[in-house]
């Protein structure tokens, strides 16, 4: 079995364009939650999101695409920028591109009603309703090679910590050689919200402001959307190291499970959550005593935050006091289908900078939440081996990934 | 990687235009049935009106699952899913002789369409005087027509996870959208993961209904679907473990899978299915397999090359 370690990593969120300003404001605690500026959102009870400012260097057929879909642009600029650090400029047909993702966009702009006002109304239109979810695979390949294998994955909020995963798996056995794996995701158009809204998962203090997510805090509200990408290239160590490369970090265990409990709510007692963890720790060869820091998936909504917590605490039963575990999403959103690619990026500079990103907003923790949470708005040092990130998806799918400090 | 362990087939699900169960689509194939197919209601009257899909074959999904609850919950996709998924399931008797932990499930499945049923009266709720979705009146009253379990039926991870709760399913999992490659990947994952040893039994399939209207314009106009050619949703699933638990339990083996492969390529897509089944698109590669495993003679190829210019093929040794 090989090792493998992370040799790029390009990352377009809410509070930052690029690896170092997605950084600088993580462990600044800067949130990048506002009011929703993308649609006339002034009638929605959910006001909030976490939304990418400001315009990416896309090529015009990306730039065409990511128009009517915009998580198809930030596919494709978290790609090139993961693949620039890492100096790849092609993928070779020995490496695998998979990128996980939620839900197609449908282009209500493309739908126009005559009186009749049923199906039949729109069918005569000459745009296409929906970007078909492999858009954005497509483009990466059609600008960087065409890699041996293109997978899009559609596990909910487990979905890019699974591609990560996969293709964690495909290069520590030698089926590839290369892989770049992450996520990347928009829900913030009026069904994405509309839907969520439906749900009830979302908060609707909307007079919150950039606070409005706070995981594990006792008075959280709700979860609140981000959108963005991120993008890992995988390497096998040796080769990295032989050729020269830069090494974030090492890739040292993946765990998949479902809870096979219930559509929207968490099994309540976290038992597939603790088995992703455990099922990754097996998989990296650890003890939970090795785990120096955890991103939670920490979405700020009543139901998940202590399920996890209570998970994590009978994981790392002797040590969860001496954990610190920080929650991204407080000031990124909930990044969906490229959460956990995002968050496996904070993971990553948390063991490149050497400090825990802080969970700002978490004043007074919730009983049932209680961890070792990094508060206030300034990074702790770091200088532990392991770190651990969860994800868990709306629906059951649980995905834990595990990266070690690079000593190259 | 080459396999490490001997893979085999101990349960197959299908529900087909030719049939709603494995028995029936396979005897229908062999037979040399095509699938009746018929104009799609919704389209009449419009220039898509030629536009012609499989008929289903008749599918009493409460009964084969045995509840009426869950099919609340889910799309047509997601009915095909969950029965084939079942009968496969049920065939292999996956719930009681595995470690559902160690049970990994790894789906594909076609484009997200919510039933127009549930779609059209949020969005016509929501139109403004100029025919157009008015985000400020979609939140004032068009969300309130909405049906609150819509999202359960769009969102493409449901079905897998539907499948997930009804058969008890724990262990690692895969979901791949939209077309034949990224479902046939699913197929692979799971073949790979029982060889590696990963798992102990996987089920592993696709489902899709590209004629759901709304599916099938988008198919249409962005030349997916060549013309003359039609539409078929369909489903399939099978359950593979190592031919030393199916020895020991004493289980039926329909066939081996000797290999599984997933490349791109540069051929144009082709799919033995359509001329008699018509395009099912995710759900062709499980279908194929499917079909390929429950018959000695007279199956079609296991090889088809998708609309992602990826060529999903597998060599299966009948056991039947």
């Given at each position: 079995m090989?090792r493998v370690?992370?040799?790029?990593?390009?990352a377009?969120?809410?509070?930052?364009?690029?690896?170092?300003a997605?950084?600088?404001?993580?462990?600044?605690?800067?949130s990048?939650?506002g009011?929703?500026?993308?649609?006339?959102?002034?009638?929605?009870a959910?006001?909030?999101?976490g939304?990418?400012?400001?315009?990416?260097?896309?090529?015009?057929?990306?730039?065409?695409v990511a128009?009517r879909?915009?998580?198809?642009?930030f596919?494709?600029?978290?790609?090139?920028?993961?693949?620039?650090a890492?100096?790849?400029?092609?993928?070779?047909?020995?490496?695998?591109?998979h990128?996980g993702t939620?839900?197609?966009?449908?282009d209500l702009?493309a739908?126009?009603?005559?009186?009749?006002?049923?199906f039949?109304?729109?069918?005569e239109?000459?745009?296409?309703?929906?970007?078909?979810?492999?858009?954005?695979?497509r483009?990466?390949?059609?600008?960087f090679?065409?890699p041996?294998?293109s997978l899009t994955?559609?596990?909910a909020?487990?979905?890019?910590a699974q591609?990560?995963?996969?293709?964690?798996?495909?290069?520590?056995s030698?089926?590839?050689?290369?892989v770049?794996?992450?996520?990347?995701?928009?829900?913030?158009n009026p069904?994405?919200?509309?839907g969520?809204?439906?749900l009830?998962?979302?908060?609707?203090?909307?007079?919150?402001?950039?606070s409005?997510?706070?995981?594990?805090?006792a008075s959280?509200?709700?979860?609140?959307?981000?959108?963005?990408?991120a993008m890992l290239?995988?390497?096998?160590?040796?080769?990295?190291r032989?050729e020269?490369?830069?090494v974030?970090a090492e890739?040292?265990?993946?765990g998949?499970?479902l809870?096979a409990?219930?559509?929207?709510?968490?099994?309540?007692?976290g038992?597939?959550?603790?088995r992703?963890?455990?099922a990754?720790?097996a998989d990296a060869?650890l003890?939970?005593e090795?785990?120096?820091?955890?991103?939670?998936?920490?979405?700020g909504?009543?139901?998940?935050d202590e399920v996890?917590?209570?998970?994590?605490?009978?994981?790392?039963?002797?040590?969860?006091?001496r954990?610190p575990?920080?929650a991204?999403?407080?000031?990124?959103?909930h990044?969906i289908g490229?959460?956990?690619?995002?968050?496996a990026?904070a993971?990553l500079l948390a063991?490149?900078?050497?400090?825990?990103p802080?969970n700002?907003?978490?004043?007074k923790v919730?009983?049932?939440?209680?961890?070792?949470?990094?508060?206030?708005?300034?990074?702790r040092?770091?200088?532990?081996?392991h770190?651990?990130?969860?994800?868990f998806?709306?629906?059951?799918?649980?995905?834990?990934?595990?990266?070690?400090?690079?000593?190259a | 990687?080459?396999p490490?362990?001997?893979v085999?087939v101990t349960g197959?699900?299908?529900?087909t235009?030719?049939?709603?169960?494995?028995?029936?689509?396979?005897a229908a194939?062999?037979?040399g049935t095509?699938?009746?197919?018929?104009?799609v209601?919704?389209?009449?009257?419009?220039?898509?009106?030629h536009?012609?899909a499989?008929v289903?074959?008749?599918?009493?999904?409460?009964a084969?699952?045995?509840?009426?609850?869950?099919?609340?919950?889910?799309?047509?996709?997601?009915?095909?899913?969950?029965v084939a998924?079942?009968?496969a399931a049920?065939a292999?008797?996956?719930?009681?002789?595995?470690?559902?932990?160690?049970?990994?499930l790894?789906?594909g499945?076609g484009?997200?369409?919510?039933?127009?049923?549930?779609?059209?009266?949020?969005?016509?709720?929501?139109?403004?005087a100029?025919g157009r979705?008015?985000?400020?009146?979609?939140?004032?009253r068009?969300?309130?027509a909405?049906?609150p379990?819509?999202?359960?039926k769009i969102l493409?991870n449901?079905p897998?996870?539907?499948v997930s709760i009804?058969e008890?399913?724990?262990g690692?999992?895969?979901i791949?959208?939209p077309w034949?490659g990224?479902?046939?990947?699913a197929?692979?994952?799971?073949?790979k993961a029982?060889?590696?040893g990963?798992?102990?039994?996987?089920?592993?399939?696709a489902?899709?209904n590209?004629?759901?209207?709304?599916?099938l314009?988008?198919?249409?106009?962005s030349?997916?679907l060549p013309?003359?050619?039609?539409v078929?949703?369909?489903?399939?699933?099978?359950?593979?473990?190592?031919?030393?638990?199916a020895?020991?339990?004493?289980r039926?083996?329909?066939?081996?899978?000797?290999?599984v492969g997933?490349?791109a390529c540069?051929?144009e897509?082709?799919?033995p299915?359509a001329?008699?089944?018509?395009?099912s698109?995710?759900?062709?590669?499980?279908?194929?397999?499917a079909l390929?495993?429950?018959l000695?003679v007279?199956a079609?190829?296991?090889?088809v090359?998708?609309?992602?210019?990826?060529r999903?093929?597998a060599?299966v040794?009948?056991?039947?």
């Amino acid at each position: 079995m090989r090792r493998v370690a992370v040799t790029g990593f390009g990352a377009v969120s809410p509070i930052g364009v690029g690896r170092e300003a997605f950084w600088a404001a993580l462990a600044a605690g800067a949130s990048g939650i506002g009011r929703i500026t993308r649609f006339d959102c002034s009638t929605f009870a959910v006001q909030l999101a976490g939304e990418v400012r400001g315009s990416l260097d896309l090529p015009a057929p990306v730039r065409a695409v990511a128009e009517r879909d915009p998580k198809v642009g930030f596919a494709f600029a978290a790609a090139a920028e993961a693949l620039a650090a890492a100096g790849v400029a092609r993928l070779a047909p020995a490496s695998l591109l998979h990128l996980g993702t939620s839900l197609e966009s449908f282009d209500l702009g493309a739908l126009v009603f005559d009186e009749r006002r049923d199906f039949r109304s729109v069918v005569e239109g000459r745009d296409l309703l929906q970007v078909p979810l492999d858009t954005a695979a497509r483009l990466v390949a059609e600008a960087f090679g065409r890699p041996r294998r293109s997978l899009t994955n559609v596990s909910a909020c487990a979905a890019s910590a699974q591609a990560i995963g996969h293709g964690f798996a495909a290069v520590r056995s030698g089926e590839v050689e290369l892989v770049l794996a992450g996520g990347f995701d928009s829900m913030i158009n009026p069904l994405g919200v509309g839907g969520f809204q439906l749900l009830g998962a979302l908060s609707t203090e909307n007079d919150r402001g950039a606070s409005a997510c706070r995981p594990f805090d006792a008075s959280r509200g709700g979860a609140v959307l981000g959108e963005g990408a991120a993008m890992l290239v995988l390497e096998p160590l040796e080769k990295a190291r032989a050729e020269g490369r830069t090494v974030l970090a090492e890739v040292l265990g993946y765990g998949s499970t479902l809870d096979a409990h219930g559509l929207s709510a968490p099994d309540p007692e976290g038992r597939g959550a603790e088995r992703a963890m455990r099922a990754a720790l097996a998989d990296a060869g650890l003890a939970p005593e090795a785990i120096g820091h955890i991103n939670a998936h920490g979405t700020g909504t009543r139901l998940n935050d202590e399920v996890e917590a209570a998970a994590i605490r009978r994981v790392f039963a002797g040590t969860w006091q001496r954990i610190p575990v920080s929650a991204t999403k407080s000031v990124t959103g909930h990044l969906i289908g490229a959460a956990g690619a995002i968050e496996a990026g904070a993971c990553l500079l948390a063991l490149v900078k050497g400090l825990f990103p802080p969970n700002p907003w978490l004043r007074k923790v919730a009983p049932g939440c209680e961890l070792d949470h990094v508060t206030g708005t300034t990074a702790r040092r770091f200088d532990g081996e392991h770190v651990l990130s969860n994800s868990f998806g709306f629906g059951g799918q649980n995905a834990s990934l595990i990266f070690r400090r690079s000593h190259a | 990687m080459p396999p490490a362990a001997e893979v085999v087939v101990t349960g197959i699900g299908m529900v087909t235009p030719l049939g709603a169960t494995a028995a029936e689509s396979a005897a229908a194939w062999v037979a040399g049935t095509s699938a009746r197919r018929a104009p799609v209601a919704e389209l009449a009257g419009t220039s898509l009106a030629h536009l012609q899909a499989a008929v289903r074959a008749p599918l009493d999904a409460a009964a084969r699952l045995g509840s009426r609850k869950m099919l609340k919950f889910m799309s047509e996709s997601a009915v095909l899913g969950c029965v084939a998924a079942h009968e496969a399931a049920e065939a292999a008797g996956v719930r009681g002789r595995f470690n559902p932990g160690r049970v990994g499930l790894y789906s594909g499945i076609g484009m997200a369409g919510a039933s127009l049923e549930d779609a059209l009266p949020v969005i016509t709720a929501s139109l403004g005087a100029s025919g157009r979705v008015e985000s400020r009146i979609m939140g004032e009253r068009g969300l309130a027509a909405a049906n609150p379990l819509m999202s359960f039926k769009i969102l493409p991870n449901m079905p897998a996870c539907l499948v997930s709760i009804i058969e008890g399913l724990r262990g690692p999992n895969l979901i791949f959208t939209p077309w034949e490659g990224q479902a046939g990947a699913a197929l692979l994952e799971g073949w790979k993961a029982v060889a590696s040893g990963e798992v102990d039994c996987a089920v592993c399939g696709a489902a899709d209904n590209p004629a759901h209207p709304a599916i099938l314009v988008h198919l249409a106009r962005s030349g997916r679907l060549p013309p003359g050619e039609s539409v078929a949703a369909a489903a399939a699933y099978l359950v593979l473990e190592r031919a030393d638990t199916a020895g020991r339990d004493n289980r039926k083996v329909w066939a081996q899978l000797t290999s599984v492969g997933l490349e791109a390529c540069d051929d144009e897509p082709a799919d033995p299915l359509a001329g008699r089944m018509g395009r099912s698109f995710a759900a062709a590669p499980a279908v194929l397999l499917a079909l390929a495993c429950c018959l000695s003679v007279g199956a079609p190829p296991v090889s088809v090359v998708g609309v992602d210019r990826q060529r999903f093929s597998a060599e299966v040794r009948s056991r039947s």
